[in-house]
Structures are given as C-alpha cells and as structure tokens.
C-alpha cells in the first residue's frame, strides 16, 4: 500500500470514529501493528477489523475502507473495488473466530458517506468469479481486484437502535396507498355485490 493510499485510509477510519461518536456507537479500535498479533494470525492469513462496534442488534467487527469508485463492466457502473488477499484475510478471520464481518466503504474524505456489506456477501461473489474463470479456463491471477457491484451494497445507515440498515425510498409512498385504497375499495363493492 502506497503512503497516499495508507494516509486516505486512516483519514477513513478517523471519520468513521467521528460517525461512530456523532450517532452514541459504542467501539473500540483493534491494533493492527504486527507485533500485536499471534503468529497464528500470520500463519493463517488471518487480517483483524479495525473496529468492534456494540449496537442493539448485536456486536461486530468492522473494517473501514477509503476506495475511489472506479467505472466497471459494460455500463461503466462506479464501483467499489478490493483485492481478493483482502477478502481472504478478512473472511479468515471470519471463519476462524465465528465472529461477523463488515466492511465500511467510503470514497469521499470531505463529506463521507459509508456503504455497509458483509465480508461473507463479497466472498460468495468473489468465489462465484473464481468458478466462471475455472468454467472458461482462465488463468486466475493470484491477487485480482474484485469490484463489488451497488447491488450488493446492502445498508447506508447505521445506528445503535437499528444496527445496519438502509432507509426505505418513500417517494411514491402516497401513490401507492392510493392504488391500494382503489384496489380495497374494489374488493368491498365487489363483496358487496
């Protein structure tokens, strides 16, 4: 990892520590210096979170991510990309401590918006890839850059009552009560009848 890029990443984990505080969310930070790790976590690929946060719906391990967005696939969609040794280390941990995973991502360090997805999301759709290379016969790199569509983006909010969360579109709230107003009251007149 470049300076640049370590230095954006925890500019990251600064301002999640602010959302974190500004919203009353437990956490603590996990050391991430080597020597403050077993061997068995070297030995086994195994990468901690940088947070353990506590909400009402449960306590997890966060690690934060500063990504820019980079255009991807036939639409050019803006996408999220991570390398495949961090999903491994992170999934590792995962599995190694039955403990859940989430990854905050961000790309913007002046006004930063978070994006929430479970380490286990992003390896079913990294093992999904691998088994497409393996069907068409290609060479698999041995690191690839897995870019992680919106769609699997699952939660933009997070909060100590509602943990992870999204909130719901209401934009055609009105019009859709009154589409089910029409369709009870057709089922009255039709009972009626």
Not at 62 to 91: A, H, M, Q, W
Not at 93 to 105: D, M, R, S
Not at 182 to 190: C, V
């Amino acid at each position: 990892m470049n300076e640049e890029n370590k230095e954006k990443g925890e500019r990251a984990e600064k301002l999640f520590e602010h959302y974190l505080n500004s919203v009353t969310i437990p956490f603590y930070r996990i050391d991430q210096n080597k020597e403050s790790q077993s061997e068995e976590f070297r030995n086994k690929h195994i990468r901690r979170p940088d947070y353990l946060i506590h909400t009402k719906k449960g306590v997890f391990h966060v690690d934060v991510k500063y990504r820019k967005k980079t255009p991807f696939g036939k639409n050019k969609e803006e996408r999220f990309p991570i390398g495949s040794d961090n999903i491994d280390s992170l999934f590792q941990f995962q599995e190694q401590f039955y403990q859940e995973v989430w990854l905050a991502f961000t790309n913007n360090l002046n006004d930063p918006q978070f994006y929430y997805i479970t380490i286990s999301i992003i390896n079913e759709y990294y093992i999904n890839i691998q088994k497409i290379y393996a069907e068409k016969k290609y060479k698999i790199p041995e690191e690839i850059l897995i870019y992680i569509p919106d769609s699997l983006l699952l939660f933009d909010k997070l909060s100590f009552e509602k943990g992870f969360y999204k909130e719901p579109n209401l934009a055609n709230i009105e019009e859709d009560v009154e589409c089910l107003n029409r369709i009870a009251h057709y089922t009255d007149n039709k009972k009626e009848a």
